[in-house]
């Protein structure tokens, strides 16, 4: 259970989540990528020249370097994709791929956070256009999230104007602190991944959920909790009158992890055929 209501005299006080596998069951990179790829967004040609290494540093996690190396190649690949076209794709399926996903826990620990009083804040890597409304769909209050710049023509031009990750996120969480007024000390941080550890341990209340290897390792060396949350639900059966509002999107590309999960499908399909073959 959470604290009791905040005191409003006392400073403010937020939760920061992470998104993928910390409040909705897959990869939100994984989740789009089909659409994009039936999209035509990726061509086949580049998505199989270094598909196999990058799914590997999407599926089984991967340090700094490659992190870095990652994002030099998906920057590259996603290079004059035309955001009007990623904006329709993602928005004929935001809600029909993300709404069956989210954790039913972690729906009810945003519902908690918000009784007592505290700000809900999406900490994620993925692109902020996708974030964006998935944070809304959720009610959090503020997204903190990575993004692609945009020429003049509307496309990507393959430069991350902001990258969400690792020390980066808890520097935001530092900046909104300071910005919103927030204490720190009595704020809740919540991760699946070891690369997530600069904004747990920057936070008082420090847990991670469903915690990759490493990240289990220093939450039970750091006593931090540890969470299991395994029950997606769809909002519209917690809520039944809840509905998804008919409004155009918001939404570009999760450019980054979408160019990589869907490397990771090609590949592994086209090994099949030739494979059968």
Known sequence: ??????????????????????????????????????????????????????FVFLAGGADHDQMERMRTYLSALCRGWNVQQVREIVAETLHDLIDPIIYDEAATLIEQHHTVGRDVVIVSTSGAEVVEPIGELLGADRVVATRMVVGDDGCFTGEVEYYAYGPTKAEAVRELAESEGYDLARCYAYSDSVTDVPMLESVGHPHAVNPDRALRREALAREWPILDFHRPVRLKQRFPAFSVPPRPALVAAAAIGAAAATAGLVWYASRRRTTAA
């Open 1 to 54: 259970m959470l604290r009791d209501v905040e005191n409003h005299s006392m400073p403010r006080t937020a939760a920061f989540f992470d998104l993928d596998k910390t409040v909705i069951a897959k990869s939100s990179a994984l989740t789009f990528s089909k659409s994009f790829y039936q999209g035509g967004l990726i061509n086949r040609r580049a998505v199989l020249r270094t598909a196999y290494s990058q």
